[in-house]
């Protein structure tokens, strides 16, 4: 079949998944199509995602959200073959986290942050293992110091996603501003990729069809 992506119309796209299946996996690549860096175009990514004999592919907006099917039971196996593949065939190298559908699905049940009615609001940065001790104490500390210089916003650890609330926006958070500052030791959002709740919700969504 021909990889749709999720720019195509309702009608389209619905039509697409019922004559072949649902998704099981969702990729996700890390700091692409940002700022002219990284240029990936989604055409391009659908058919590397193909090219490794994956099925079901389709992307989502432009920040690197794959949807598609894999008979590989190993997630990382999946994400380790993804990097190699975008890196000798579309010239960049992004992290990718690749969670089952059934992770995915966990992760939105785990928000620790449901009354928050502004999806904008809330990010998951995924990982594609858990965060060590070193790590945990210094999202602690960043925490700690954002609250110091007043901020509201909060971050807590489930499992292996790290969620934060900024109820300014991204932007102006400056526990954002604080976990990226962490980038030297690759931990907390340097370690991962964020999306925002919205994204999430509609991966999952896609996932189910």
Same mark, same amino acid.
């Given at each position: 079949m021909s990889s749709p992506s999720w720019c195509q119309s309702g009608a389209a796209w619905r039509e697409a998944w019922q004559t072949d299946g649902m998704p099981t996996h969702v990729a996700l690549l890390r700091g692409i199509n940002v700022g002219g860096r990284n240029r990936v175009a989604m055409? @391009?990514?659908? !058919?590397?995602?193909? /090219?490794l004999g994956h099925t079901e592919v389709a992307t989502y907006i432009q920040s690197g959200n794959v949807v598609f099917t894999s008979e590989e039971a190993d997630s990382a196996a999946i994400a380790a073959a993804l990097e190699r593949a975008i890196a000798e065939q579309l010239g960049v190298r992004p992290k990718v986290v690749v969670l089952t559908r059934a992770e995915l699905a966990q992760v939105v049940? @785990? +928000? $620790?942050?449901? !009354? !928050? $009615?502004n999806p904008?609001?809330?990010?998951?940065?995924?990982? +594609?293992?858990?965060l060590g001790p070193d790590e945990l104490a210094a999202v602690a500390a960043a925490?700690?110091?954002?609250r110091d210089q007043g901020? @509201? @916003? !909060?971050?807590?650890?489930? /499992?292996?996603t790290l969620f934060l609330h900024t109820p300014g926006g991204l932007g102006r958070s400056e526990l954002a501003a604080q976990l990226?500052?962490?980038g030297g030791s690759r931990t907390a959002e340097t370690a991962g990729t964020a999306r925002n709740w919205a994204t999430v919700n509609k991966l999952l969504a896609l996932c189910d069809g």
């Open positions: 055409a @391009d990514l659908r !058919e590397v995602v193909l /090219g049940a @785990d +928000n $620790p942050f449901p !009354e !928050e $009615p904008k609001w809330v990010h998951a940065v995924f990982r +594609n293992g858990p925490q700690q110091r954002a901020s @509201d @916003d !909060e971050a807590r650890v489930v /499992g292996t990226t500052r962490l």
